[in-house]
């Protein structure tokens, strides 16, 4: 029986964090092709933000804790050959996919404006990024 390999935990906490923060920036990316877009807390004039902005901080922080979580449970899954290799070029076309659709999205001219599309940027790598090392963290705390 061949022995259990394991990466260090450094290791896929980074691998686990650029996964999340590249699937929740692709989520930024097509969310705003839709209209959900984070520039609209800075365009709001009322006193209530606007429900497409909230939808969009809520699904950005979702998909980077997701994203973050799971990738780091199958880093740590796949190393001691836990995770069949179907299942594993699933993962990877699904990740390709949904990569080259936010390419595409971010390809075509922006509908906001150029300050307003930073910020907005900015926002979803950092809160993307926040939100993909506390999943990766916690994956890790259990395993």
Known sequence: MPETTYF?????????????VLLALAVHMLGARFGLDLGGLWRSSSEFMPAGAAVAWWL???VGFCGGYFSA?????????????RMRQFLIAVGVLVLAGAGQAASAPSPIPTISGVLAGLAA???????????????LRKA
């Open 73 to 85: 449970s199958f880093m740590d899954n796949a190393a001691s050959g836990q995770i069949p290799p």
């Open 60 to 62: 950005i922080a979702t």
């Open 125 to 139: 790598l950092f809160l993307g990024a926040l939100m993909a090392f506390c999943g990766a963290h916690f994956a």
């Open 8 to 20: 260090p935990r450094p290791l896929i906490l980074a691998g686990a964090m650029i996964s999340g």
